[in-house]
């Protein structure tokens, strides 16, 4: 399976990711910058997170006219697993990919502690590698982290079970305490915590490789059969 990592101007945890996918994963992947037009022989595209284009305007504003962003959207349609995680996250809500917008965290303070996330929906296929339920430890960097949406908008996330993530803790203000939600079909992904992160003991904390490994799991059972 091979990766794509979205870099834009001001992405900081490009790093991360691809070192989640190279080594924690153990699956090739590669930079894409902003400036590229085509994601052709990628199975899954990474959005990271970071401030993009300085996060004048609003967070991931500009960064959604990216002339990378028309091949994420192609690539999105096109079924394959997006995951976009923090600035990645508010990129996708500015470009249409999932519902909502983000605002201020509620106390204007910038927050950067690990945080405990429920796992609202473990039948997706960024997040079957958890139990429902399940109580998991993931780290947090953000000061625009605040989910807002309106009723009906969350009513609507609900009855599809869209919310995979919910924070356990006051952290953000987000509406619903949410921390990830997919689209309606399933295969994009935004989050504000930071699963790369959180990929190998050595960090304190393995807790987040399940994302990624759920992604390579859902593919291999889409596109590998057994001779």
């Given at each position: 399976?091979?990766?794509?990592?979205?870099?834009f101007?001001?992405?900081?945890?490009?790093?991360?990711?691809?070192?989640?996918?190279?080594?924690?994963?153990?699956?090739?992947?590669?930079?894409?910058?902003?400036?590229?037009?085509?994601?052709?022989?990628?199975?899954?595209?990474?959005?990271?997170?970071?401030?993009?284009?300085?996060?004048?305007?609003?967070?991931?504003?500009?960064?959604?006219f990216?002339?990378?962003m028309?091949?994420?959207?192609?690539?999105?349609?096109?079924?394959?697993?997006?995951?976009?995680?923090?600035?990645?996250?508010?990129?996708?809500?500015?470009?249409?990919?999932?519902?909502?917008?983000?605002?201020?965290?509620?106390?204007?303070?910038?927050?950067?502690?690990?945080?405990?996330?429920?796992?609202?929906?473990?039948?997706?296929?960024?997040?079957?590698?958890?139990?429902?339920?399940?109580?998991?430890?993931?780290?947090?960097?953000?000061?625009?982290?605040?989910?807002?949406?309106?009723?009906?908008?969350?009513?609507?996330?609900?009855?599809?079970?869209q919310?995979?993530?919910?924070?356990?803790?006051?952290?953000?203000?987000?509406?619903g305490d949410?921390?990830?939600?997919?689209?309606?079909?399933?295969?994009?992904?935004?989050?504000?915590?930071?699963?790369?992160?959180?990929?190998?003991?050595?960090l304190?904390?393995?807790?987040?490789?399940?994302?990624?490994?759920?992604?390579?799991?859902?593919?291999r059972?889409?596109?590998?059969?057994?001779?």
């Open positions: 399976m091979k990766f794509a990592v979205i870099v101007p001001g992405s900081n945890c490009d790093a991360d990711m691809y070192h989640a996918i190279k080594d924690g994963l153990g699956e090739e992947v590669e930079y894409v910058f902003h400036t590229e037009t085509s994601l052709d022989g990628f199975d899954a595209v990474l959005l990271p997170g970071g401030f993009s284009h300085g996060d004048y305007l609003r967070s991931g504003a500009i960064a959604r990216a002339p990378i028309p091949a994420v959207i192609q690539a999105a349609e096109a079924g394959k697993p997006v995951l976009g995680v923090c600035n990645g996250f508010q990129v996708l809500l500015e470009a249409g990919l999932l519902p909502g917008a983000m605002k201020r965290n509620i106390d204007l303070k910038f927050v950067c502690r690990t945080v405990e996330l429920v796992v609202e929906n473990n039948k997706t296929m960024f997040s079957s590698g958890y139990e429902q339920g399940q109580t998991i430890r993931i780290p947090v960097a953000h000061g625009e982290g605040n989910y807002e949406c309106d009723d009906e908008t969350l009513a609507n996330l609900r009855a599809n079970k919310i995979v993530f919910r924070y356990n803790e006051h952290v953000n203000g987000s509406k949410i921390a990830g939600i997919t689209n309606e079909r399933g295969n994009v992904l935004g989050m504000m915590p930071h699963p790369e992160r959180a990929t190998e003991t050595l304190g904390n393995d807790q987040g490789l399940a994302v990624f490994t759920s992604i390579l799991r859902n593919w059972e889409s596109h590998v059969t057994a001779s």
